[in-house]
Structure formats: C-alpha cells, structure tokens
C-alpha cells in the first residue's frame, strides 16, 4: 500500500512538459531577428554613405525615365543619358535666388572636372514653369550658365508625374497684380544624381552645391564605379 502511494507521489510531483510552440519563447526570438535584421540594414547603410559627401539612396534603384521636351520641342528622356553621370535639379527661369545660384555653383562643379570627366556628366535643369518657361527661353537661360547645359520642361500633366516619382513639389504663388503671368513658383530644391547605370544614387541639398571639391569628389567616385 505505501508503495503505490509512493509512486503516485512520485508521478504528480514530475514538472509539466513545456510545449514546443510556447508563445513567449516565439515572441522573445522574433524581437530578436527583427534586431538582427534592423542592425545587418543599418550597417550596410552606414557602410554605402561612407565616403559621400551627398546622401547616398540605399538600396539604389533605376531613376524614373521622364520623358520631357528639350531644345527645339525634341522629346528628351533620361535613358538618353545613360553611360553618364547626371545631375538635375527642378525650378524656373524667373527664380530670383536658388536656381541662378544653383545652376552657377553645378557650373564650377562641372568646370573642375577635367575635360575626359566632362565628357561623361550630363547637367539637367528641369523647369516647373512650363507657361513662361518655353524651350527657346530655357535653352538660352540654362546655357548662359554653361554651354553643356539642358534645359527641360513638359505641360503639366507629364511634369507633375515627373516632380512625384523623385519625391519633389512645387507650387503656383500669385502675385500681387494677379495678372496671368504675375506669379512665382515655391519647388524643392535638391539636386539628383543619377549614375551612368540609369540608378538614382545621391541627393544634394542646394547648400551643399557650393562645395565644388566635394561634388567632385562625389562625381569621380560615381564614375568609378563598376557598372551594373
């Protein structure tokens, strides 16, 4: 009799078996990974910045090809420039400060290349003001900045999917007359650079477009990168 009481104390007192798909346990990994992968992301990030002095996109992916009327009224498309370098920016010829002083600090940037350099950037100013902005006006304002310069726009409905695909805006700000062509045009005012590759790599901020060796610095290691 003492003996199955022993046993049946024995039997009750043993630790309940864990299940194996214990929530907590599953919680608690999950945390884990989702740590490892943010850091492994990060890391690899941090690593693509080094080095640049424009902010490095990353993952880079392929630039959204506009397709935009240039000189002439010819269509120009992005792929066009495929195998160089290209760096454009938004804006309008009647701005007063940003893009003069834009387009004039790209000017000493592309001038500080070295002629076999210069062969390989393309410089795009793309104008949001396409009412005022005709090819002739544009071509003539964007090559007193440099020769090499192209100008671009497109009616509305091709600019605006232009300005959302790289993230950009803009807006029509009445004048004080309110006559038609009394008005100005708020736009961002970054600058994109495209890699020979067609990929959208680096963005600048207009500030740093004065920094003309550091721009160069950024170009020539774009340029030699392997392609893709």
């Not at 498309?77 to 804006?91: A, E, I, M, P």
């Not at 007063?96 to 410089?123: F, I």
């Not at 440099?146 to 950009?168: E, R």
């Not at 805006?169 to 309110?178: F, K, L, R, W």
Request: glycine share 6%; charged share 20%.
């Amino acid at each position: 009799m003492s003996s199955v009481t022993q046993k049946s104390t024995l039997v009750s007192s043993a630790p309940p078996k864990r299940p194996f798909f214990d929530w907590r346990v599953w919680t608690v990994a999950g945390v884990l990974l989702v740590a490892v992968v943010l850091s492994i992301f990060l890391g690899l990030k941090q690593h693509a910045q080094q080095g640049f002095f424009g902010m490095r996109l990353f993952p880079l992916k392929a630039a959204y090809d506009f397709k935009l009327t240039g000189p002439n009224g010819a269509e120009v498309r992005l792929d066009q420039f495929r195998g160089k370098t290209v760096l454009f920016l938004f804006g309008f010829t009647h701005c007063a400060n940003v893009c003069p002083t834009s387009l004039t600090n790209l000017a000493d940037v592309y001038q500080a290349l070295t002629p076999e350099e210069r062969k390989q950037v393309q410089v795009v100013f793309i104008s949001v003001d396409p009412d005022r902005d005709k090819p002739q006006t544009l071509a003539q304002y964007v090559t007193s900045f440099d020769p090499s310069f192209v100008g671009l726009t497109a009616p509305k409905p091709t600019m605006d999917q232009t300005v959302l695909s790289y993230g950009a805006s803009y807006e029509m700000v009445a004048g004080p007359t309110n006559e038609p062509n009394d008005y100005s045009v708020n736009h961002s005012a970054y600058t994109y650079l495209v890699n020979p590759s067609g990929k959208l790599e680096l963005l600048y901020g207009n500030e740093k477009l004065a920094e003309v060796q550091r721009m160069v610095s950024d170009i020539r290691a774009v340029l030699h990168e392997p392609r893709s």
